[in-house]
């Protein structure tokens, strides 16, 4: 199985690339308005945005706290809907490919000042900080390799469970750590 998780970042955009019959789809947070071909839905516990009609057989995953504790708890885990959802999907899906769009943790604004594919993150508005910044700046220890090192942790755990990790996004400036493969 091949799965796609997909998020709201601008990469996220080059779904409509992609033959999503060869993939099931899981959408992370906003990453459910890149397509309606979606299968899974995760969002964070304080997701506040907008809610997504739900068409059978697509799911909402209410429970992905289990699948963190099976890999260490949230703290090894990392404070990230991306790697909740992440480690969800191994758990509980466990594909033998794993692609990431719109996760590339870059905010810098577009011309139009967006940085979502829908326009300002709620992180953003809200806080004046994106939440992988705001989980360095509460969780690193000063470690300023931290989001390298907590996304590199689940790709190692990915490939000892046999699954491949890969970032399909075509941001030069991607923080996402995992091997490139480009559409």
């Known amino acids: 199985m091949n799965v796609l998780m997909v998020a709201s970042g601008p ?11 060869n993939y099931t789809v899981v ?7 890149a397509t309606e071909e979606w299968n899974y839905w995760v969002k964070a516990l304080d997701y506040k945005g907008q809610k997504p009609v739900i068409i059978p ?25 991306t790697l909740a959802a992440s480690y969800w999907v191994l758990d509980v899906l466990k594909p033998i490919n794993m692609f990431y769009l719109g996760c590339d943790m870059n905010y810098t604004p577009d011309s139009e000042g967006k940085t979502h594919i829908y326009g300002i993150g ?7 900080i994106s939440d992988p910044d705001k989980m ?12 390298h090192d907590i996304y590199m942790r689940f790709n190692n755990i990915a490939l000892k469970n046999g699954t491949n990790v890969y970032n399909l996004s075509n941001d ?12």
């Open 11 to 21: 990469s996220a955009g080059l779904i409509n690339k992609l033959n999503l019959k």
């Open 27 to 33: 959408a992370i947070n906003n990453g459910w308005r």
């Open 57 to 81: 057989p697509q799911e909402i995953i209410k429970n992905y706290v289990d699948s963190l504790n099976k890999f260490g708890g949230i703290r090894n885990c990392g404070f990230s809907i």
């Open 122 to 128: 709620s992180d953003i508005q809200k806080n004046g």
């Open 136 to 147: 360095v700046e509460d969780y690193s220890n000063g470690n300023e390799n931290y989001l």
């Open 172 to 183: 030069p400036n991607t923080r996402l750590p995992f091997k490139r493969c480009i559409i």
